[in-house]
Every structure is written in C-alpha cells, then in structure tokens.
C-alpha cells in the first residue's frame, strides 16, 4: 500500500481521471515546464526559485520521491510547482496539451546499464520526437546524466534530431552548466569524481 501523500502541492492522478487544467491547479497562464523524475525534489525547488513566472509540473513514478518533494516544496513555501505520481510516456499523452510546454527537464534517468537492457531508456530519438509535440517553439530541452554511455548517446542523436537547436554549440554536451541547478544525486556523482553530461537543445 502506497503512503498517503497529503502535501497540498500533490495532485492526486490516474489514467483514468480528466487531464487537469493546469490553468485552474496554478490559478494562473504562467507557461508550463515539466520535470520528469524529480527524485527527492532538490532540483525542481531550485528550478522553482529560479523561475517565479514559470509552472513546473514534476512527476516520478516513486511514491516515497513525490513525498520528499513534497516536503521539500511545502518547506520553501513554493506555489510555482505541482508533484504528480506517474510514467511519463502516459502522463505527457493524457495530461499536457500540444505546443505548451516551456520547457522539460530529465536528470539522471535510470541508465540501464546493460547492453540487452538498453532499449529500455526513456531518452532516445523515438521518445524525444514524441516530446517535441507538446513543446512550444522556442521550448528548451534539458538532459541530464552520470553515465558516461547514456550522455554520449544523447549528445550524437540530438545533434540529428529534426527540429532542435544545440544551445552548446560547437559542443554537443558539456560537463558544466552555468546556471543549472545541481541535484543531490548529482553532488554525489561530481564528489566521487564522476563527471555529469549535460545537453541543451532549443525546439526550432
């Protein structure tokens, strides 16, 4: 049984419900930005100071992480972000509208590892594609990784994508970003010495 998430900023979801307006869950238009496994909430918060005029919906499929950005989120007093329990393929098709999104972020998705296990990533052509309708013009692209393979990857087939402007050129990936909140998981990484691939696309 899954722990009851009573933090004001969960928006309680399921496939089977209406999408939300997020219009009416904001109580603005500001523009919509969306996290998609938001961990234990650091970053979004972040994120969330950064960019007052600027809705963050993050989701993670982890019911104990959407408690601790929760948590996280009621301590800063934020009104800017909403924490949803969901998969992002099925939440994006159900519950954002073509051309909306500002912006979408993705640190540090699971890397599975092994080889025969590797189609299982989120991030690929494929899924980037399916994105990018529901991105306005204009609309940044944020990845986000400490697995060497994963990073290089998503830096060659972005610098293919249809449709999308590298904002690192000449560079297809950077192990810096000025500006760029660092994650918890992240630190971690970048203290054992592992570096982080960040890549930045902009929707043509």
Known sequence: ????????????????????????????????????GCGVGDFIVQMALLHPNINF????FYNKGCIKTCKRIDKAE??????????????????????TLQMT???CPDPWPKLRHRKRRLVNTAFV??????????ADFYFATDFDDYGLDVAEF??????????????????????????KYMRRFLEMGQPIYYVHYRKG
């Open 105 to 107: 972020v993705i640190n």
């Open 158 to 183: 972005m610098a293919l994508q249809q449709g999308f402007d590298n904002q690192l050129a000449p560079d297809t990936f950077r192990h810096h970003l000025e500006g760029y909140p660092i994650s």
């Open 57 to 60: 919906i993050a989701i993670d």
């Open 1 to 36: 049984m899954l722990i009851p998430n009573r933090s004001p900023n969960f928006l309680p979801w399921d496939e089977n419900e209406l999408a939300p307006v997020w219009s009416e869950v904001f109580g603005n238009d500001n523009p919509l930005a969306l996290e998609v």
């Open 129 to 138: 594609a399916y994105l990018s309708g529901f991105m306005k013009q204009g």
């Open 78 to 99: 934020l009104s800017n972000v909403r924490v949803l329990r969901a998969e992002a393929r099925s939440f994006i098709g159900a519950c954002i509208q073509p051309d």
